[in-house]
């Protein structure tokens, strides 16, 4: 199949940000190749919700990052269902803390594996299948990339990995495609408390008190700032956009 319309892979889009990157990109005329790695049901749900508003337009892979051969296919199995590759949103992302002295290396294999490794050979997989569109890549980093986070080093140097991953690749697969990342600071609380820096209502207010925006960020203010990497930055390659709040103001 040869589709006319732009067509985005997206991995970890079965919920939260993903979810909402997913519905944005589609809203915006892009079909849709789909990844997840267990909510397979949440996947399903959501394809099938966007398959009503347009037919035929998503493709859905279930696969674990780690796995070394399911990137170049997750890349694979997107052209050979669509035809072509206009973006890839590497979203996915794993993160733990790793207090110092307790760190293990399947701790720093599992954190690094999702946030700095599966990008990489994603994006090298679908780079000339990008060159041919003109597309864009978008990566997902974290505000903690370029300011450390108590208790999650080894998270910090992998989204850290993936900043500088976004400016080389600028650097490598221009002109033909654009690179950029989005940096969130407060989107989500995570789904279990004591998980990231939002982990309790206390320590929540406080991160908010040093927002100069004094709120949270929305899901679809991110997948906004994606849509826009993707299709109007067009003279944008190398950046991160940070979608904090002014938060990385406050020393």
Known sequence: MN???????????ARRLGATIARTLHA????????????????DALAALLEQARPGSTFVQQA???????LPELVAHAIGRFGRLDALVNNASAFAPT?????????????????ARAPFFLAQAAAPHLAATRGAIVNLADIYGERPLRQHTVYCMAKAALLMLTKSLALELGPQVRVNAVSPGAILWPDHAGQEQG????????????TPLGRTGTPEEVA???RWLLQDAHYSTGQVLHLDGGRLLDA
Do not use: K
């Open 3 to 13: 589709s006319a319309r732009p067509v985005a892979l997206v991995t970890g889009s």
């Open 28 to 43: 915006a005329g892009y079909d849709l190749a789909l990844h997840c790695r267990h909510s397979r049901g949440e996947m």
């Open 64 to 70: 674990e990052l780690a796995d070394f051969d399911r």
């Open 99 to 115: 207090p110092i002295g307790t760190t293990t290396p399947a701790q720093w294999d599992a954190l690094f594996a999702s946030n």
């Open 199 to 210: 982990g309790d209502t206390e320590r929540q207010q406080q991160l908010l008190a040093r």
């Open 224 to 226: 906004e700032a994606v």
